[in-house]
């Protein structure tokens, strides 16, 4: 065991800051506090290399749903000028060597320490420190804890009876082998239909000699219409940074969509059809951010979408009792992730794939030859594929024991639902920071634009601590309560609630169905943490002898 920890406990920490991940958010995170603002900092990543999502995600098909011009950096204008993508929206690999060469091009890699994996963090009220403890038992203090796990890594695999009797292969789609798999001949299951499965279900058909999908709730795809990008369509873009940028950051979303003026109710059908089928005929995520708004909000509205979308489903899928099977039943079009598609409805259309509703007769037992049923019907099979999706939002911070004022540890305190400030911070944990963490926009925008925000505001925070002589900084459990509330209150307005969701924990036994993105947008959450930090940071409180002497 290395001890880092050997300076006086009373004394200056090691570091100013440990990052927890290496992925979009850790990384600018790196380069804000050490390149740009001159501060010690360290991050710890579990990972063999960088890239955090795209560095675990190697299933097959697995790449970006938002177009590669706005899922990036903006802050490096001179390499978002000059990176080529290859397509509209880049595979995995692509995706990591483009943040590998970030963290080259800046000179990150000096102060992340890979294959580490930070197991607990505490806070230390007689120094004001973080002490952080790793895998290997290595412990490090700081004054700054940043967590940038990303809100899809802590991969979820179910507990089904017999999962460790399987005699073939088993894979999760969160953890795929770097050497990649070949399933050339072999029957493969797959248990899962979110947007993994539906990214790798078409290329693992290509390989399988039978391919049977496990499907528990059929999800609402639309067309992703990948492709390489029109160059003059690239040069367009190249030559409007300032305006595009602006617009993402001002929008809903984080992309360059709008909602349409009028609602769904109020347009007649054939206007309607129109508009959705300009939408369904560009892909990517135009029919869901960027058409009606009260579909969002209005049950008739959502049906008349849901409508549209049952009829495209119909036309791919060539056997009528498949076509229904894949159509959703008992949720609003919107409010499950909303997954882009390249041929996966086709597939079922191949004589070797085959669909199984396992709502009706769901799975009882993974047995040694492959997965039975509750009405005792067996699947033999040679390889397993688990898209099972992850324990979403709140599950990469309460893995890891963080233990805030009086040993409080997060985990506890969020039993009942995430409990932030602007998803940013929660009260009894000074110092702490999430990025993108639950009840701020994430997950419901374009990543990379709500990680710059945030990265960018801790920064200010941070150097606005230094610059009035403040130790902590911590949300106020007033603060606290009304953001709670406010995000709740945002949910209820909209159907969201009503779909069991990964967005509410509804995937995971146990844990309570709470909404926990935010509904602000973007835009306007961005102006509303712009607003708090001009006026003083209202819901936030500052100690610190400097701090103290100024009262």
Not at 384 to 402: C, K, N, Q, R, S
Request: hydrophobic content about 35%; overall charge negative; some cysteine.
């Amino acid at each position: 065991m290395t001890d880092m920890n050997a300076k006086d406990p009373a004394g200056t920490p090691d570091l100013d800051a440990v990052v927890i991940g290496a992925g979009f958010s850790g990384l600018y995170m790196l380069h804000r506090l050490r390149n740009v603002m001159g501060l010690s900092a360290r991050i710890f990543e579990a990972g063999g290399g960088v890239g955090g999502t795209w560095y675990w995600n190697r299933y097959p098909g697995a790449r970006s749903d938002s177009d590669s011009y706005i899922y990036c950096y903006s802050f490096d204008r001179d390499l978002w000028q000059k990176w080529e993508w290859s397509e509209r929206y880049p595979e995995q690999h692509e995706m990591r060597a483009y943040l590998e060469h970030v963290a080259d091009r800046h000179d990150l890699e000096r102060d992340i320490r890979l294959d580490t994996t930070v197991t607990a963090a505490t806070f230390d009220e007689r120094t004001d420190h973080w002490t952080v403890t790793t895998d290997g038992g290595d412990s490090v203090t700081a004054r700054y804890l940043i967590g940038a796990v990303g809100s899809l890594s802590a991969f979820n695999t179910p507990d089904f009876p017999g999962i460790e009797s399987f005699a073939g292969d088993s894979y999760h789609t969160g953890r795929w082998p770097h050497e990649g798999v070949d399933f050339t001949g072999k029957r493969v299951g797959v248990i899962g239909t979110g947007a993994s499965a539906v990214q790798a279900i078409p290329l693992i058909a290509q390989q399988a000699s039978e391919l049977t999908v496990f499907q528990r709730t059929a999800n609402y795809i639309v067309p992703a219409r990948n492709g390489p990008v029109d160059p003059e369509l690239t040069r367009a873009r190249k030559a409007d940074y300032d305006g595009i940028w602006q617009r993402v950051r001002e929008s809903n979303f984080g992309f360059e969509l709008t909602f349409l003026e009028k609602g769904a109710l109020d347009t007649p059908q054939d206007e309607l059809e129109r508009e959705l089928q300009v939408r369904w005929d560009e892909g990517g995520f135009g029919i869901w951010l960027g058409a009606y708004a009260d579909q969002f909000f209005v049950e008739e509205a959502n049906a008349k979408v849901r409508e549209f979308l049952h009829k495209r489903i119909r036309e791919k899928a060539d056997d009528p009792q498949t076509a229904e099977l894949l159509i959703p039943k008992g949720h609003p079009f919107g409010c499950k992730r909303n997954p882009l598609d390249s041929g996966y409805y086709e597939t079922f259309n191949l004589d070797h794939v085959h669909l199984v509703d396992v709502k009706s007769n769901p799975l009882a037992a993974i047995t040694r030859q492959g997965v039975r049923l509750q009405d005792g019907t067996e699947y033999e099979l040679d390889a397993i594929v688990y898209a099972t999706g992850f324990d979403a939002m709140t599950g990469p911070l309460t893995a890891i024991d963080i233990r805030g004022r009086g040993g409080e540890r997060l985990a506890e305190k969020w039993a009942e639902g995430p409990r932030t400030y602007l998803g940013l911070t929660s009260a009894g944990f000074p110092n702490l920071f999430m990025i993108t963490g639950p009840q701020s926009p994430s997950v419901l925008s374009n990543m990379p634009v709500s990680i710059e925000q945030h990265v960018e505001f801790v920064s200010r925070i941070i150097a606005d601590m230094r610059g009035r002589g403040a130790d902590t900084i911590e949300a106020t459990r007033e603060a606290e309560d009304a953001w709670v509330a406010h995000n709740q209150e945002l949910a209820e307005g909209t159907l969201f609630p009503t779909a069991d969701t990964w967005y509410m924990g509804a995937n995971i036994p146990g844990k309570p169905r709470v909404f926990m993105p935010n509904l602000d947008f973007v835009g306007p959450y961005r102006a509303k943490c712009d607003e708090i930090a001009d006026s003083g940071y209202p819901g936030f409180e500052f100690t610190g002898a400097a701090t103290e002497a100024r009262r």
